[in-house]
């Protein structure tokens, strides 16, 4: 029978631990499921509604939702809106700009299905402050982000960060792109400046008002107290806030 050299065996033996350190490791690497890609945009300094598109790459696994903070590096860029495509069509898009300055969008729906595939999911506009710096760029980075698969799972995503460019406008159609919310469009000192047909008053209890670009109106959303005012509430202003009010025969103030 043929000898085995006792350092022959140690030397199976260690590779063989090794060999399984190695397998056991690799085994829990978790590979990026999906990525998300933002998208760049270009315009002058004091623009408003400039547009910038969000891809979603999901090659082998179906999407229910999503949720991400999107932030610009020194928050030159103040977002709004949520415009869904065609890959989404059947999906409900909300967003606000949060208090940090981010952006944050939640793309759902109940019955369908992002399919796998490649290509934009949501759209959204930006206005660019007058003070962002000319001939100069700013990253476009996220925060918080989740996406679930079709059985609500968590999903590994990997972030592609997009860029904003800011130009020095010229002259004054320069800052002419058409919008009927902003009126009085003139280019001073690089920047563009215009007048907002449809201000907001700052204040809670009249409801938000806002400007409707696609149908060239001036709108509001409903008073935040309508619903108690047949029982005899009143909308009280607060700093940053409102409260709905129900008063007694005491004329002690109940919050309702």
Same mark, same amino acid.
């Given at each position: 029978?043929?000898?085995?050299?006792?350092?022959?065996?140690?030397?199976?033996?260690?590779?063989?631990?090794?060999?399984?350190?190695?397998?056991?490791?690799?085994?829990?690497?978790?590979?990026?499921?999906?990525?998300?890609?933002?998208?760049?945009?270009?315009?002058?300094?004091?623009?408003?509604?400039?547009?910038?598109?969000?891809?979603?790459?999901?090659?082998?696994?179906?999407?229910?939702?999503?949720?991400?903070?999107?932030?610009?590096?020194?928050?030159?860029?103040?977002?709004?809106?949520?415009?869904?495509?065609?890959?989404?069509?059947?999906?409900?898009?909300?967003?606000?700009?949060?208090?940090?300055?981010?952006?944050?969008?939640?793309?759902?729906?109940?019955?369908?299905?992002?399919?796998?595939?490649?290509? #934009?999911?949501?759209?959204?506009?930006?206005?660019?402050?007058?003070?962002?710096?000319?001939?100069?760029?700013?990253?476009?980075?996220?925060?918080?982000?989740?996406?679930?698969?079709?059985?609500?799972?968590?999903?590994?995503?990997?972030?592609?960060?997009?860029?904003?460019?800011?130009?020095?406008?010229?002259?004054?159609?320069?800052?002419?792109?058409?919008?009927?919310?902003?009126?009085?469009?003139?280019?001073?000192?690089?920047?563009?400046?215009?007048?907002?047909?449809? #201000?907001?008053?700052?204040?809670?209890?009249?409801?938000?008002?806002?400007?409707?670009?696609?149908?060239?109106?001036?709108?509001?959303?409903?008073?935040?107290?309508?619903?108690?005012?047949?029982?005899?509430?009143?909308?009280?202003?607060?700093?940053?806030?409102?409260?709905?009010?129900?008063?007694?025969?005491?004329?002690?103030?109940?919050?309702?």
């Amino acid at each position: 029978m043929k000898m085995i050299n006792k350092y022959t065996v140690i030397l199976l033996t260690g590779s063989a631990i090794l060999i399984g350190i190695v397998i056991s490791f690799t085994s829990s690497i978790r590979t990026t499921d999906v990525t998300l890609t933002i998208g760049d945009s270009t315009s002058y300094r004091g623009s408003h509604e400039n547009p910038i598109e969000v891809s979603l790459d999901n090659p082998d696994v179906r999407v229910r939702g999503i949720q991400i903070e999107i932030c610009d590096v020194d928050n030159y860029v103040s977002c709004a809106g949520c415009g869904i495509t065609d890959r989404t069509s059947r999906f409900t898009c909300v967003s606000n700009e949060k208090k940090n300055g981010c952006y944050e969008v939640i793309l759902f729906s109940f019955t369908d299905l992002i399919e796998e595939g490649k290509g #934009p999911i949501f759209t959204f506009k930006c206005d660019v402050a007058e003070e962002a710096p000319g001939d100069e760029y700013r990253n476009l980075i996220h925060g918080k982000v989740k996406i679930a698969d079709e059985n609500k799972e968590s999903l590994d995503v990997a972030v592609e960060q997009g860029k904003f460019c800011f130009n020095d406008c010229f002259t004054s159609n320069d800052c002419d792109v058409g919008l009927w919310c902003y009126d009085n469009k003139t280019c001073a000192n690089g920047a563009c400046q215009s007048i907002e047909r449809c #201000p907001d008053d700052g204040l809670y209890c009249n409801g938000l008002e806002y400007c409707d670009e696609d149908n060239d109106k001036c709108r509001y959303t409903p008073e935040p107290c309508t619903y108690c005012y047949s029982y005899g509430c009143t909308c009280e202003e607060r700093e940053d806030s409102y409260e709905c009010i129900m008063y007694n025969a005491d004329d002690d103030g109940e919050s309702i």
